[in-house]
């Protein structure tokens, strides 16, 4: 639902309508953005030798994460 919600938009009474195969990409998509946060955010929170991830921790990655993507 998220997937398809984020590809559907609505502009001046046009709607569009999305392939499945459009839907299921942009979920894969964000499955790895999802995973990629979370792997270098977890590296970010080893590196200051912190047991747990804080938000500060995806703040400091996502810069580079959004240029990478």
Do not use: W, Y
């Not at 709607?15 to 195969?21: F, I, K, L, P």
């Not at 459009?22 to 894969?28: D, F, Q, W």
């Not at 792997?39 to 810069?63: G, M, N, W, Y």
């Amino acid at each position: 639902f998220v997937a398809k919600s984020l590809v559907v938009f609505h502009v001046h009474g046009f709607s569009s309508t999305v392939s499945s195969d459009a839907v299921i990409l942009v979920a894969e998509l964000l499955k790895v953005f999802v995973e990629e946060a979370t792997r270098r955010a977890v590296k970010q929170a080893d590196s200051e030798d912190c047991d747990t991830i804080d938000i500060e921790h995806f703040e400091k990655i996502l810069p580079q994460l959004l240029l990478d993507f």
